[in-house]
């Protein structure tokens, strides 16, 4: 009987995990070519994997919740033919790469605890016994306030910690976009050099009109008069790729995290196709059946963040973009027009860019373009 292991694919995001949402098949089971497997829930979506063969199911390397690494077992077949098993036996191979470079894969299924001791605990001064106390309490030592000399964590330190997490409750992972958020965060505060400028939009002359359309395009408008925050920044090599075609990533709140899918090549489409196009975005983040090409390859960040309140902000950028537009609640203001003190409903905005890629004068340049596009009446 031939014997084959199918290892979790790259599912195209560039992630190293996955979580296990829902088995569709069982040890046992004869399942044809093509035919649903499982559920897994990547940083965005929940993708369903198929069965690269017809075959018998043998065993299941892994439970609901679990988290499988990219290039790990998922699930091992039986009653395979043997050019088939062959192939199989080839994926099976752990595979250290991804879309966006080297990402190391482990062979098993990773089931995290609520702490973890020691992985974060490098250069605490603890004691042997205080460390395994640590371990048995399920206290990492790197959030531990140390009270000894020198800043030496004592076995009274991890078990006041320890009575702490025992009234607050476990910890709850974070899994699928907020999971994602966390890793994109990490990375933006590890390698980005953030600057943000903010100016007021004077919009009283607009006359009717779809906000996120007008937004959309004051950023067109914006990028064709400093096309150098429509770019990626390559901070090994020290270059950029300044982009021609403008795909606009929309930051979208929602009770399980932030998604930002993407408007492709929005300068060079007309309102009417904006709105169908942002409408199908809208249900498709809604339904979680976001495609994954849907959520990469984004020039330019827009988030209307003033849907939900705040006036100005220091939006993050996530690599390898550039910039990221913020537009806050439209507010009534008084302002001096024509020589008269008027009140004026005006849009405040905060522009996030890259100092590594972006000069100052560049950023300011295309915050005003945007500015002067958006105070047009039309």
Same mark, same amino acid.
């Given at each position: 009987?031939?014997?084959? !292991?199918?290892? &979790?694919?790259?599912?195209? #995001?560039?992630?190293?995990?996955?979580?296990?949402?829902?088995?569709?098949?069982?040890?046992?089971?004869?399942?044809?070519?093509?035919?649903?497997?499982?559920?897994?829930?990547?940083?965005?979506a929940v993708v369903e994997i198929p069965s690269p063969y017809a075959a018998r199911v043998g065993e299941l390397h892994g439970e609901v919740g679990d988290i499988i690494t990219t290039g790990s077992p998922l699930i091992s077949f039986e009653s395979v033919a043997n050019d088939a098993a062959q192939r199989l036996t080839a994926e099976a191979r752990p595979d250290s790469g991804s879309v966006v470079g080297?990402?190391?894969?482990?062979?098993?299924?990773?089931?995290?605890?609520v702490t973890q001791v020691g992985k974060a605990a490098v250069g605490v001064k603890a004691a042997p016994a !205080?460390?395994? &106390?640590?371990?048995?309490? #399920?206290?990492?030592l790197s959030v531990v306030t140390p009270s000894g000399k020198d800043g030496t964590i004592t076995a009274a330190d991890v078990q006041r910690v320890a009575k702490i997490f025992k009234e607050v409750g476990p910890m709850e992972l974070l899994r699928g976009p907020r999971r994602a958020m966390a890793r994109n965060m990490s990375l933006a505060h590890d390698v980005v050099v953030p600057v943000t400028v903010f100016d007021d939009a004077d919009i009283d002359a607009w006359r009717a009109g779809d906000t996120m359309m007008r937004l959309i395009r004051a950023i067109v408008a914006a990028c064709r008069a400093e096309p150098s925050l429509n770019a990626w920044y390559d901070g090994h090599a020290l270059g950029r790729r300044v982009l021609k075609k403008i795909d606009l990533g929309i930051a979208m709140d929602t009770e399980d995290g932030l998604f930002v899918p993407v408007m492709r090549d929005v300068g060079n489409r007309d309102v009417d196709d904006l709105r169908q196009g942002m409408a199908a975005m809208k249900e498709a983040v809604r339904s979680r059946n976001v495609p994954p090409e849907e959520l990469r390859g984004y020039s330019f960040t827009l988030s209307n963040f003033g849907t939900l309140g705040g006036r100005y902000a220091s939006p993050i950028?996530?690599?390898?973009?550039?910039?990221?537009?913020?537009?806050?609640?439209?507010?009534?203001?008084?302002?001096?027009?024509?020589?008269?003190?008027?009140?004026?409903?005006?849009?405040p905005l905060s522009l996030t860019f890259d100092h590594r890629a972006v000069t100052g004068g560049e950023a300011t340049r295309f915050l005003m373009a945007a500015i002067e596009d958006l105070t047009r009446p039309d």
């Amino acid at each position: 009987m031939a014997f084959g !292991v199918f290892n &979790l694919p790259d599912l195209g #995001e560039g992630l190293p995990d996955a979580e296990i949402v829902q088995w569709h098949v069982a040890a046992g089971d004869q399942v044809r070519k093509d035919q649903p497997l499982v559920s897994m829930e990547t940083a965005k979506a929940v993708v369903e994997i198929p069965s690269p063969y017809a075959a018998r199911v043998g065993e299941l390397h892994g439970e609901v919740g679990d988290i499988i690494t990219t290039g790990s077992p998922l699930i091992s077949f039986e009653s395979v033919a043997n050019d088939a098993a062959q192939r199989l036996t080839a994926e099976a191979r752990p595979d250290s790469g991804s879309v966006v470079g080297a990402v190391a894969v482990g062979d098993e299924v990773v089931r995290e605890p609520v702490t973890q001791v020691g992985k974060a605990a490098v250069g605490v001064k603890a004691a042997p016994a !205080v460390r395994a &106390l640590a371990r048995k309490l #399920e206290v990492d030592l790197s959030v531990v306030t140390p009270s000894g000399k020198d800043g030496t964590i004592t076995a009274a330190d991890v078990q006041r910690v320890a009575k702490i997490f025992k009234e607050v409750g476990p910890m709850e992972l974070l899994r699928g976009p907020r999971r994602a958020m966390a890793r994109n965060m990490s990375l933006a505060h590890d390698v980005v050099v953030p600057v943000t400028v903010f100016d007021d939009a004077d919009i009283d002359a607009w006359r009717a009109g779809d906000t996120m359309m007008r937004l959309i395009r004051a950023i067109v408008a914006a990028c064709r008069a400093e096309p150098s925050l429509n770019a990626w920044y390559d901070g090994h090599a020290l270059g950029r790729r300044v982009l021609k075609k403008i795909d606009l990533g929309i930051a979208m709140d929602t009770e399980d995290g932030l998604f930002v899918p993407v408007m492709r090549d929005v300068g060079n489409r007309d309102v009417d196709d904006l709105r169908q196009g942002m409408a199908a975005m809208k249900e498709a983040v809604r339904s979680r059946n976001v495609p994954p090409e849907e959520l990469r390859g984004y020039s330019f960040t827009l988030s209307n963040f003033g849907t939900l309140g705040g006036r100005y902000a220091s939006p993050i950028i996530v690599p390898p973009t550039v910039a990221i537009l913020g537009a806050g609640r439209i507010r009534n203001a008084v302002v001096a027009a024509n020589g008269e003190a008027l009140v004026h409903a005006v849009m405040p905005l905060s522009l996030t860019f890259d100092h590594r890629a972006v000069t100052g004068g560049e950023a300011t340049r295309f915050l005003m373009a945007a500015i002067e596009d958006l105070t047009r009446p039309d």
